[in-house]
């Protein structure tokens, strides 16, 4: 099957400060990819859809501008938690889709901001 | 208000038996339909997708079936393993066109646990 990797697996950071998490599809070109954001023992909850080339689609409620989301490639997306703070602490994983209906996940990045 | 429900939080059995995990939804015209397995601290993992004019999938020991009158999911394991002990997740795209992008929306999802 279709191939998605994160990147980072786990970061810690300080209230205050910006991560970066990668989505790659390894093995096939993703026309849209989706970020999802789990609390323990929650299901996943979409926060943007993006597609290459284009500006982000956020879910209501979600900060595009703390959760700021680049498509640049057909193979990358990254998200931004900007001004991170304890409570955006989650695991976080993203999906790729290409031309068919399947949408393949990445492992996820658990965030733990301090 | 529209729903996704998945017939319970946990579900018990022993090895060899069939697994039937449920998913029911309310207020959705879903075009498609996908089962996902969750491991604990690990993204889901794509495992059958059925469409709305399919009524049965198979996949190896796995079957997925769509009744969009009911408007319900069932997810069948057969022979289950202690391997497929996992949390499984229904997820509904409501988008019929393979061109656009298709937003998901998650059931609760049900963790199976299969003992010896």
């Known amino acids: 099957g279709a191939v998605v990797s994160q990147h980072p697996s786990r970061v810690i950071c300080k209230s205050g400060t910006s991560v970066k998490i990668e989505c790659r599809s390894l093995?096939?070109?993703?026309?849209?990819m989706f970020w999802y954001r789990q609390f323990p023992k929650q299901s996943l909850m979409l926060m943007a859809t993006?597609?290459?080339?284009?500006?982000?689609?956020?879910e209501q409620g979600v900060e595009k501008d703390k959760f700021l989301i680049n498509h640049a490639s057909l193979t990358l997306s990254t998200l931004t938690v900007t001004s991170a703070h304890p409570e955006d602490s989650s695991f976080y994983i993203c999906s790729a889709k290409g031309l068919t209906y399947e949408q393949y996940f990445g492992p996820g990045t658990r965030l733990t901001v301090t | 208000s529209q729903k996704i429900e998945q017939n319970s939080e946990a579900l018990n059995i022993q090895e060899g038996k069939t697994a039937t995990l449920t998913c029911n939804y309310t207020?959705?015209?879903?075009?498609?339909l996908q089962w996902y397995r969750q491991d604990p601290g690990r993204g889901p993992v794509f495992l059958l997708l059925i469409r709305e004019n399919e009524k049965e999938k198979r996949k190896e020991r796995l079957k997925v079936t769509f009744d969009t009158t009911l408007k319900q999911s069932l997810f069948h394991i057969t022979a289950s393993q202690p391997a497929d002990s996992a949390t499984y997740l229904c997820a509904l795209a409501q988008s019929p066109n393979t061109g656009t992008a298709s937003k998901l929306t998650f059931g609760t999802g049900t963790r199976l646990q299969v003992t010896l």
């Open positions: 207020n959705y015209s879903p075009a498609y």
């Open positions: 993006s597609n290459e080339g284009s500006k982000a689609t956020y």
């Open positions: 093995d096939f070109q993703a026309t849209t």
